[in-house]
């Protein structure tokens, strides 16, 4: 008889640690828990994403979970198998061929569960008596990450939690730079093609208003850019973009780091989705011009399918991550420091931080350079057989970029240009609220001689490597066949 509640509800019997003696016995148990509940979940789902649409997928969560705090707990086993097998069948799974909308990849099994480990294990990254084999770890992976950015020996790497994380400790660390050998505020340049979170960096860091060019509808123009750097009178940082976004898109960064270097300009290469092209024989001479740059955001939860998160920020003088110094005497005192206790307060704008590295480690181990790079070419490989079917049959306006693929179905060819546009986002969620795919979406200025400004187009972005034509030839056909019947509909109006 436990001394609290009942036997089951007693805390005593449920607070099993990890780590305890026990508590690896118990991992094990409970693993096996949560599989079973994913595989329930999955079942149940029967599909790339939960058919309804939102207030449904939520109303039924409610029903099977609520009360989410119970005054008195159901217990380990009985909460994961109830609450995992609810989110797997109400999550939408981007190992399924059918879920190719945004740049949310697959994770590899391995470091899923190499992410179990670092729960279990639970190192934390603010000190080395927190974490001393994975801060060794991370200063390794993190060097040979930026020998492979910068192609020397200099630079080092930071963990993040992904691409927007990097962009604002990118920038902050230019400031910083600025701040100590040219005095003036710091103005950013970009391109209207960079990542919303540069802009936004630059707002979070209260830097002066940005100076965004205008593109020729995709990259950046590198004489604009000289242009706009000659009449700054100060310290700039030019952010640059490999892979962007809506298009896949990679701005002549040869031209832009040498126009940032003229202006003696931070530059920086928002390179979260393009960056693991890298790993690519065949595709890295993409990125020419990489190496010249200050600083690189890179993220392996998109080429490189870790779970959340594995955000990247490279620089390539790692001197400079000394700007980020932090004292406190708690976690990097002194007279430690001098005994050889490594100090990692500046590897971070964060405190407590996960080793996000191990699953890394694990991936790079397993795969290799080669392996990562095969997984890289077969995504850009196979999106480009992707563009061939789609031109044969649909409408494609460029050719595919990295891995992105933007269409039109050919059902909206004879609409107006705002009706065309309305079928398309409606093609887009009727799909998405049956269940059927996920399909992402891009606005892109319309041809000079277009009424409007804008078109939408629907957008494949292919992070699956065994997502190929064959896959994806009866999702392609049924997109047609809806956007035809909701052009059809809306005729009829
Ligand atoms: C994904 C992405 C980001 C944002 O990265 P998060 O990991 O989502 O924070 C920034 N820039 C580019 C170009 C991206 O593709």
Sequence with gaps: ???????????????????????????????EVAVSAMESGENERGGPAPSGGPALV???????????????GVGGEAALSQMVSAVSSGSVNPADPSCIAHLHAPPLAMAAVADLAASVLNPSL???DQAPSTSHLEQRIGRLIADLAFGHEHGDTLMTTGGTESNLVALLLAREHFERIRPGSMRLVCAD???HSVARAAWILGLSEPVILPTDGRTLQPEALD???????GPAVVVATAGTTDTG??????????TARKHSAWFHVDAAYGGFLLFSERYRDCLEGLHEADSVTMDLHKFGWQPLAAGLLCVSD????????????YLNADDDTEAGFPDLLHRSIRTSRRPDVLKVAVTFRALGRSGLGAMVDRCCDNTLEIAEHIRAKMDLPFEPNISTVLFRPSAVRSLS??????VVSETRRILLERGRAVIGRATLPAKQSAGTATRTYLKFTVLNPWTDTTRLVPLLDEIEDVASSVSERVRKE
């Design 126 to 128: 603010d000190s080395w």
């Design 227 to 233: 242009r706009a750097l000659d009449r700054i009178d």
């Design 193 to 195: 093609n960079a990542h």
């Design 58 to 72: 939520a109303q039924r969560f409610d029903e099977r979970l609520a009360p989410y705090l119970p005054e008195v």
């Design 249 to 258: 898109d990679i701005d002549p960064l040869r031209e832009a780091a040498r």
């Design 1 to 31: 008889m436990a001394r609290y509640g009942t036997e089951e509800s007693s805390w005593e019997s449920n607070a099993v640690l990890s780590g305890d003696t026990v508590g690896l016995t118990e991992v094990r148990k409970l693993s």
């Design 318 to 329: 790692r001197r400079r991550l000394r700007l980020l110094d932090v004292r406190a005497d």
């Design 417 to 422: 240009p705002a009706t065309a546009d309305h």
